[in-house]
């Protein structure tokens, strides 16, 4: 932090001493603001290169900042095929977003090369192979999700139909609860095994026959071999 030297001198008849004099030291107002201009101006460029480090198919491997009296400016190192016209518009409206303007934006002249002799070297293609193995992991992780919720779904319009079905079928029954459930014996050596469960609430009891033809029409209909039909009465 720079300072101000501000000199006193003590003009009294009573000083034995001529000229005796005391020095002060202030801080400057100025060069705290502008610490702390230069501080967050270089938190947001930071901040930019980390959370975004490519411009197409370049990649941003390192930058700099500069500052002067009136102005703050980075310096981004890229290397790799020179982004489009799109591609700088869409980079400098998300610098914009940190606070950098287009003005402070410096792409070096040495280091933006373009085409793809850029990418032989070993530490370029390490990063930007880097950059695209994430991307299709990322890639990869939404579509297992997007898949994994599609299923969740299908099996709940499954269900859903089924239990309707049943309804219409066999007008005793007034509840049907299905669902996937875990089973273990407690005969030595036995290993747990899936089952589809469909519990029936019915006003009257279906006899065994209607039972078992339940269960065979249940499991071609859900394409399940393992389901055991539970019967219930309602609650009261």
Not at 15 to 39: H, Q, T, Y
Not at 175 to 186: D, F, M, P
């Amino acid at each position: 932090m720079k300072y101000r030297l501000l000199r006193i001198v003590n003009m009294s008849d009573d000083l034995d001493r001529e000229g005796a004099s005391v020095s002060v030291v202030i801080p400057s107002v100025f060069s705290a603001v502008r610490i702390v201009r230069e501080s967050n101006f270089s938190r947001h460029t930071q901040q930019l290169v980390s959370n975004h480090n490519t411009i197409g198919r370049s990649y941003i491997y390192d930058h700099k900042n500069h500052f002067s009296f009136r102005h703050a400016s980075v310096e981004l190192f890229v290397a790799g095929p020179s982004p489009t016209d799109r591609e700088l518009e869409s980079f400098y409206s998300t610098a914009a977003e940190y606070g950098i303007k287009r003005s402070q934006i410096v792409f070096s002249d040495n280091n933006l090369v373009t085409g793809i002799a850029a990418l032989e070297s070993d530490m370029v293609k390490e990063l930007y192979n880097a950059s695209e193995q994430r991307q299709v992991v990322l890639s990869d992780s939404i579509k297992r999700l997007d898949d994994s919720l599609a299923l969740y779904r299908a099996q709940d319009d499954l269900c859903d139909a089924v239990a309707r079905e049943v309804m219409v079928q066999y007008p005793s029954v007034t509840r049907v609860v299905l669902g996937k459930a875990r089973t273990l014996s407690s005969a030595a050596g036995a290993q747990s095994a899936s089952r589809f469960v469909v519990l029936v609430e019915t006003t009257a009891p279906l006899v065994q026959a209607e039972l078992d033809k339940l269960q065979s029409w249940l499991r071609v209909r859900l394409d399940q071999k393992q389901v055991s039909v539970i019967q219930s009465s309602p609650s009261k």
